[in-house]
């Protein structure tokens, strides 16, 4: 007697995005620790050279800051030093600007492995996360030594510091997912990278205090999640002395953890497509 297989029917339903991207790295936890060492040999091949422009390039946009904006335009700091004040933005700042460069370009530098390859994508822009930390780590040695020069003491609040970092990570890792996954078909969006980090790096108080932007915008410049996550080191970091914005703290945990999800859902939804398109 023949069956009627007309009638038989196969439904496959996708795992749970969430867990089925942590199941996924977890499983594939080695290639990810490869990658991210790979990366910081690279980064530190050269041990002098490395180390040395992870101090010069913070130190470098510390004194034309502090020229510009400390002594020319004679913008206050409070009882801080310019140049420390400067300096304890610099560090989120610049950590923000190489998880993205790094991880927006990561898909399309290792192109050959993600074509050929099957792993979780993901762990390619995130390895991106952890070259930045040692980057981090490297000029908060600078500036512990410039505090510690000009007597500048945190407080207990220096405890609540991974929260702001932690802030800092999902801010950057959420845009970074969005623009690794946009660069896959849109190769030239990268190269306007450059002109959205300079541009923000001036609309964000990284040369100045946010303390100088005046009481009806300080709202809407909030909105820009790095302006907590800067006025959060800050306080930290350099004690009473440092004036933080705490609706703006909130402000950027909230639009923060927002970004962090479209950027890893917008990357989960293109990820099927990316060993075609690159």
Same mark, same amino acid.
């Given at each position: 007697m !023949?069956?009627?297989?007309?009638?038989?029917?196969?439904?496959? /339903?996708?795992?749970?995005?969430?867990?089925?991207?942590?199941?996924?790295?977890?499983?594939?936890?080695?290639?990810?620790?490869?990658?991210?060492?790979?990366?910081?040999?690279?980064r530190? !091949?050269?041990?002098?050279?490395?180390?040395?422009?992870?101090?010069?390039?913070?130190?470098?946009?510390?004194?034309?800051?502090?020229?510009?904006?400390?002594?020319?335009a004679?913008?206050?700091?409070?009882?801080?030093?310019?140049?420390?004040?400067?300096?304890?933005?610099?560090?989120?700042?610049?950590?923000?600007?190489?998880?993205?460069?790094?991880?927006?370009?990561?898909?399309?530098?290792?192109?050959?492995?993600?074509?050929?390859?099957?792993?979780? /994508? +993901?762990?390619?822009? *995130?390895?991106?996360? +952890?070259?930045?930390?040692?980057?981090?780590?490297?000029?908060?040695?600078l500036?512990?030594?410039?505090?510690?020069?000009?007597? *500048?003491?945190?407080?207990?609040?220096?405890?609540?510091?991974?929260?702001?970092?932690?802030?800092?990570v999902?801010?950057?890792?959420?845009?970074?997912?969005f623009?690794?996954?946009?660069?896959?078909?849109?190769?030239?969006?990268?190269?306007?990278?450059?002109?959205?980090?300079?541009?923000?790096?001036?609309?964000?108080? +990284?040369?100045?205090?946010?303390?100088?932007?005046?009481?009806?915008?300080?709202?809407?410049?909030?909105?820009?999640?790095?302006?907590?996550?800067?006025?959060?080191? /800050?306080?930290?970091?350099?004690?009473?002395?440092?004036?933080?914005?705490?609706?703006?703290?909130?402000?950027?945990?909230?639009?923060?953890?927002?970004?962090f999800?479209?950027?890893?859902?917008?990357?989960?939804?293109?990820? /099927?497509?990316?060993?075609?398109?690159?």
């Amino acid at each position: 007697m !023949k069956e009627n297989i007309t009638d038989f029917k196969i439904t496959i /339903r996708p795992d749970t995005p969430a867990g089925s991207i942590i199941k996924d790295v977890w499983q594939y936890r080695h290639l990810f620790y490869f990658l991210a060492w790979r990366d910081i040999l690279v980064r530190y !091949k050269q041990t002098l050279a490395g180390v040395a422009w992870s101090v010069v390039k913070p130190l470098a946009t510390m004194i034309v800051f502090t020229i510009v904006f400390g002594k020319l335009a004679d913008l206050p700091s409070g009882k801080v030093p310019y140049g420390v004040m400067v300096l304890a933005a610099l560090l989120p700042w610049q950590f923000f600007t190489n998880v993205l460069s790094s991880s927006g370009n990561s898909l399309v530098s290792n192109a050959s492995l993600v074509s050929k390859v099957y792993f979780p /994508r +993901v762990i390619i822009p *995130v390895t991106s996360v +952890v070259v930045a930390l040692v980057d981090f780590l490297v000029a908060f040695v600078l500036l512990i030594g410039m505090m510690l020069a000009f007597g *500048v003491w945190p407080g207990m609040a220096i405890l609540l510091l991974p929260g702001f970092m932690g802030i800092a990570v999902l801010f950057s890792l959420g845009t970074g997912l969005f623009v690794a996954a946009l660069n896959v078909k849109y190769r030239d969006f990268m190269h306007l990278m450059p002109f959205f980090l300079q541009f923000g790096l001036y609309l964000s108080p +990284v040369g100045y205090s946010s303390g100088i932007v005046p009481g009806h915008w300080r709202f809407f410049y909030s909105l820009n999640p790095m302006v907590g996550v800067i006025d959060g080191f /800050r306080w930290v970091l350099l004690g009473q002395d440092a004036l933080v914005y705490w609706p703006g703290v909130f402000i950027s945990m909230v639009l923060s953890l927002v970004i962090f999800i479209f950027g890893l859902k917008f990357f989960i939804r293109n990820e /099927r497509d990316f060993a075609d398109v690159i």
